[in-house]
Every structure is written in C-alpha cells, then in structure tokens.
C-alpha cells in the first residue's frame, strides 16, 4: 500500500531524529548521517517539523524524478523548543505518509562526568549547580522520550572514532531495507553495554590468557581464534545463536525494527568474546541480515 498524505506518489521520505544525554554524541552522529548524504539539521525547534515537512516534500518530488531518496536527520537536545511535543510531531508525520525513526544516545553518569570535565564546558542544564546533578536531572526529563526511541545506542567507553564505526551502518542506504545487527564484544570488568538487545557470556570457554604465547595477541589474530572456536561447546554456541535468532529475526523484520545489538563478553574483552563475535558476525549475515562488529574495549588493558 502506498504511503498517504503530502508524501505520496514518490519513494518514502525518511526523517531520523536523534537525540538523548548531552555528551553522548549527537553530533558525532549528525556528522556520520551527512556523510551518508543525510540532510541535518541541528536543533530544529519541534513546532517547525511541519514546515520542514512541507519543504522536504516539494524538494522530493525532484529527487524523486532523479532516484535519489529523501533522508532527513534532525538532532535535538532537551533544551529544542517544543522538545516535549515531539512524540506527537512524529506521529504526526507518519500519518502524513513519512517513515519515522527515533534514535536515543546513552551513556553512563561516570561516562559522561569524564566527558565534560574533559572538554571543560558546562553541561547545558547545570546552570550554577553541581555537574552531576544536572546530567541527573536531564536524564529524568529523558525517560519518557527514551522510552519510546526505537533504537538505543549506548556511548560509554567508545571514542569519536569506534562511534562512528557502530553508527554508521544505521544509515549506509544501500542497506536500508535489511536489518543492521551489531555483533559487540566487551569485557565484564568494564561493564555490560547498556544498548544490548542480547547479551552472551563466553567465560565458560578456556581463557587464552592463561596460555603464554597467546596472551598478548587478540581475538581478531588466527591462533587466538582457532584456538577459542575448537574449544568444547564453541561451535555448537554459535550454532544455537543462529538458530535463537532466527524467528527474532523475523519479527523484527515484519515490525519494521531496523537495528539490533548483540553483545558477547568475556572478562577483559581481549580475546574469547573478540573471536566469538567475529564467528558470530559471519555466521549471521544473510540476504535480510547486514552484520556489523564492534570490539568495543578491545586496547583497554
């Protein structure tokens, strides 16, 4: 069935609006979007979502006519005028026949206190206050529009660099009608990923840091990897993966979810959980499914 309203009679305009904690990095995000040819714009103020629509849809109907689709991103941090409406603009837009997509950036308290103190700038809604308190209270007037993203993105402990890595998968067009699955390693030492849809424990196989002359080498290196995919019970994890996933899959193919994050750790995130995530990634990439892998504290020791 064709899209309804001001966007019919042309391929779906797409508008993804990211927001979430201020220091998560939302223009780290803006910025890979516009590299994928996104059109952004920061900090719109919400109530001009339907004027953006109006002009967004006249400019489509030349896109259109040349193949080129119509994507718009639109970064918003709490302080966006008319930020509290925006669960209604974007319901609005979808009846107007727009494809929709909530994006929320997280990171944890610790993360983010690191982050500012950093770069020396207070935090948007610290006022005269303590830094803390402010990025506790952004994160209470958050809830319920984090409640509602449809993707989570978890920014503790990766650098401008990894984030675009696992960001920029979600807006590579010619992976847009597939489901963008991130396969993450991690370590349990530094924590378990706040965005994990799934998360696996690979400390029931052998740890390569016990034997000597694998210790200093990774997950990503053959004898690391050959030597954690023979161990007893290995494959057959992997295959049982495949095989859970399979009718997830599915679902979230048929709901309309585009992006999914499995984490795999193990207890520094160095070896068994680099090697299984790197197993996992191929096994599970198909037709429907574009893989993607992070080893997100692969260097931390």
């Not at 797409?14 to 900090?43: K, L, P, Q």
């Amino acid at each position: 069935m064709p899209p309804q309203g001001e966007a019919q009679g042309w391929d779906t305009p797409e508008v993804v609006v990211v927001t979430g904690m201020s220091g998560a990095g939302r223009s780290t995000v803006g910025n890979v979007m516009e590299d994928h040819g996104w059109y952004v714009i920061d900090n719109l103020p919400v109530t001009l979502l339907p004027d953006l629509l109006r002009l967004s849809s006249e400019r489509a109907q030349d896109l259109a006519a040349s193949g080129q689709p119509v994507r718009v991103g639109i970064v918003l941090d709490v302080r966006a005028q008319g930020f509290d409406t925006l669960t209604a603009a974007l319901a609005t837009l979808r009846d107007r026949g727009w494809l929709t997509h909530l994006l929320f950036l997280e990171a944890t308290n610790e993360s983010l206190v690191r982050r500012f103190e950093s770069v020396r700038r207070p935090h948007p809604l610290q006022g005269t206050g303590r830094l803390l308190d402010a990025i506790v209270r952004e994160r209470e007037v958050l809830a319920d529009v984090r409640a509602t993203a449809e993707t989570v993105v978890d920014t503790s402990g990766l650098n401008v660099h990894q984030l675009s890595r696992k960001i920029s998968p979600i807006f590579q067009g010619e992976t847009s009608e597939r489901l963008r699955l991130a396969v993450l390693s991690f370590g349990f030492k530094y924590g378990v990923p706040l965005d994990a849809d799934f998360v696996f424990d690979m400390r029931f196989l052998p740890n390569p840091y016990w034997v000597p002359e694998l210790r200093a080498h990774t997950g990503r290196e053959t004898q690391v990897s050959e030597y954690v995919l023979s161990q007893p019970g290995a494959t057959e994890f992997i295959e049982s993966v495949d095989v859970l996933l399979a009718p997830v899959i599915a679902g979230y193919l048929r709901e309309n979810r585009r992006y999914v994050t499995l984490a795999v750790g193990c207890t520094g995130g160095k070896h068994r959980s680099v090697a299984v995530a790197e197993a996992l990634a191929t096994r599970l990439a198909s037709s429907e499914v574009a893989t993607f892998v992070v080893h997100r504290d692969l260097g931390q020791e």
